[in-house]
């Protein structure tokens, strides 16, 4: 049977009077009035174990899109039972039964759920509509098809059978679940780790960070609509450190597919190593942890384009990516254009309200990434020169306007350290 060749996802670009956001306005309407409650997901059962967790808009912090059900140790075992229940038949299934689910998905996804899920990426995360559309609906609608694509390659990929021989490769899943840990900046991200196992045959246990869980939920019911069965994909909200040991020490743990700090996957490594005694295998570990992104420039290089790549690279969601443009080495030759076409674009672009479709950026995610990010504002006040921006204002939303730094020491630490928000130096 032959896999579909997969195809980009377009961009819709929402244009005043299009149907696209129309569909949008009012989707955003609704789901900033309905409060959602987001229990514990452990098979075909929803949890309530009452300790709850509040999910607010980052740009209006004092709005409650949800409260969830944080799991507890008792809750995670039942989430690992039921991982490993559903773990045999789902073994069993073919590529192809597995890859019509999530065909399914990724049209689901791209149509009927897509002003859906854009507010939720948008209000959940505070990413504009562009940011939500090419991350929360069009990359993970290209996970979906392509990552399908790409598992029948390597299923085609056989080895080389001389005569009178047959060799065969045969991919199978782990024995047992994986831990899939994913974070709050990439919605595409948080739908991807848990699934690429998945549509290998594998069993998961989800645990997404809580300040993308407004969303994580919302696809989630999209799968189960798509015709994921019970127990393949299992929610697990809450506290990392309390629900790791949990996944850390049961000998069904199989493998962990993680996306966030260094530290946390660091834990999660050494975690693994601890009780290596424990498992019935050895756990694989995939991780992308965090960096500090940079632009060089020759001597040549062009100032407008410079300075846009800056723009664009380091402000971009609030420079809330690994991949932000944080650092740029710039020749002195080139430094006084490029500085004055950076602050030029700068006082034209403002963070605010993700559903004034005006603003270039939101918020940054909670109160501790807002003081984080601001006290290296402060070090670049007391340090550095800030060449343009610095304004922060908490009282409504987690709001800290593009900041632009000039240092002349490649080893400050505003060069060095990750920030992990709309500062550029």
């Given at each position: 049977?032959?896999?579909?060749?997969?195809?980009?996802?377009?961009?819709?670009?929402?244009?005043?009077?299009?149907?696209?956001?129309?569909?949008?306005?009012?989707?955003?309407?609704?789901?900033?009035?309905?409060?959602?409650?987001?229990?514990?997901?452990?098979?075909?059962?929803?949890?309530?174990?009452?300790?709850?967790?509040?999910?607010?808009?980052?740009?209006?912090?004092?709005?409650?899109?949800?409260?969830?059900?944080?799991?507890?140790?008792?809750?995670?075992?039942?989430?690992?039972?039921?991982?490993?229940?559903?773990?045999?038949?789902?073994?069993?299934?073919?590529?192809?039964?597995?890859?019509?689910?999530?065909?399914?998905?990724?049209?689901?996804?791209?149509?009927?759920?897509?002003?859906?899920?854009?507010?939720?990426?948008?209000?959940?995360?505070?990413?504009?509509?562009?940011?939500?559309?090419?991350?929360?609906?069009?990359?993970?609608?290209?996970?979906?098809?392509?990552?399908?694509?790409?598992?029948?390659?390597?299923?085609?990929?056989?080895?080389?059978?001389?005569?009178?021989?047959?060799?065969?490769?045969?991919?199978?899943?782990?024995?047992?679940?994986?831990?899939?840990?994913?974070?709050?900046?990439?919605?595409?991200?948080?739908?991807?780790?848990?699934?690429?196992?998945?549509?290998?045959?594998?069993?998961?246990?989800?645990?997404?960070?809580?300040?993308?869980?407004?969303?994580?939920?919302?696809?989630?019911?999209?799968?189960?609509?798509?015709?994921?069965?019970?127990?393949?994909?299992?929610?697990?909200?809450?506290?990392?450190?309390?629900?790791?040991?949990?996944?850390?020490?049961?000998?069904?743990?199989?493998?962990?597919?993680?996306?966030?700090?260094?530290?946390?996957?660091?834990?999660?490594?050494?975690?693994?190593?601890?009780?290596?005694?424990?498992?019935?295998?050895?756990?694989?570990?995939?991780?992308?942890?965090?960096?500090?992104?940079?632009?060089?420039?020759?001597?040549?290089?062009?100032?407008?384009?410079?300075?846009?790549?800056?723009?664009?690279?380091?402000?971009?969601?609030?420079?809330?990516?690994?991949?932000a443009a944080s650092r740029i080495y710039?020749?002195?030759?080139?430094?006084?254009?490029?500085?004055?076409?950076?602050?030029?674009?700068?006082?034209?672009?403002?963070?605010?309200?993700?559903?004034?479709?005006?603003?270039?950026?939101?918020?940054?995610?909670?109160?501790?990434?807002?003081?984080?990010?601001?006290?290296?504002?402060?070090?670049?006040?007391?340090?550095?020169?800030?060449?343009?921006?610095?304004?922060?204002?908490?009282?409504?939303?987690?709001?800290?306007?593009?900041?632009l730094v000039e240092v002349d020491d490649?080893?400050?630490?505003?060069?060095?350290?990750e920030i992990f928000g709309p500062v550029?130096?």
């Amino acid at each position: 049977m032959a896999i579909p060749t997969p195809t980009n996802e377009p961009v819709l670009d929402h244009a005043p009077g299009s149907k696209e956001r129309a569909a949008l306005v009012e989707e955003l309407a609704r789901t900033s009035e309905d409060q959602i409650e987001i229990p514990i997901v452990a098979g075909g059962t929803e949890i309530r174990s009452g300790e709850l967790l509040e999910v607010t808009m980052p740009h209006r912090h004092a709005h409650v899109l949800a409260t969830a059900h944080a799991a507890k140790a008792e809750h995670v075992a039942l989430a690992v039972g039921a991982a490993m229940k559903a773990a045999p038949a789902w073994a069993r299934t073919t590529l192809e039964e597995r890859a019509a689910i999530f065909l399914r998905a990724a049209e689901l996804l791209t149509t009927s759920w897509r002003a859906r899920i854009d507010a939720a990426c948008m209000l959940g995360q505070s990413k504009t509509i562009h940011q939500s559309e090419i991350d929360a609906v069009c990359e993970l609608a290209d996970f979906w098809r392509f990552n399908i694509a790409f598992l029948d390659k390597l299923r085609a990929d056989q080895p080389i059978s001389p005569k009178g021989q047959w060799n065969r490769l045969e991919l199978r899943p782990l024995e047992g679940f994986v831990y899939a840990v994913t974070p709050f900046n990439f919605l595409s991200i948080a739908g991807n780790l848990p699934t690429a196992p998945i549509l290998c045959g594998n069993v998961v246990l989800w645990k997404p960070a809580t300040t993308s869980l407004f969303g994580a939920y919302k696809l989630l019911e999209l799968l189960r609509q798509a015709g994921l069965p019970d127990g393949v994909l299992n929610l697990v909200p809450g506290h990392g450190a309390e629900q790791s040991k949990v996944v850390l020490e049961s000998e069904h743990l199989a493998g962990i597919h993680f996306t966030g700090s260094t530290p946390t996957f660091t834990s999660l490594w050494k975690g693994v190593a601890a009780n290596l005694e424990r498992y019935r295998t050895f756990p694989r570990l995939v991780g992308e942890t965090g960096g500090k992104d940079f632009i060089v420039a020759h001597p040549s290089a062009d100032g407008a384009e410079l300075a846009t790549a800056i723009v664009r690279g380091g402000f971009e969601y609030q420079g809330q990516k690994c991949s932000a443009a944080s650092r740029i080495y710039v020749p002195r030759s080139l430094w006084k254009e490029v500085r004055d076409r950076v602050v030029e674009d700068l006082v034209e672009i403002r963070y605010g309200d993700v559903t004034d479709f005006n603003v270039f950026g939101g918020a940054v995610i909670d109160r501790r990434a807002f003081e984080k990010i601001g006290s290296y504002v402060e070090l670049a006040e007391k340090t550095a020169k800030i060449v343009h921006g610095g304004e922060r204002d908490g009282s409504v939303g987690w709001l800290i306007q593009p900041t632009l730094v000039e240092v002349d020491d490649p080893k400050h630490r505003l060069m060095q350290e990750e920030i992990f928000g709309p500062v550029v130096t």
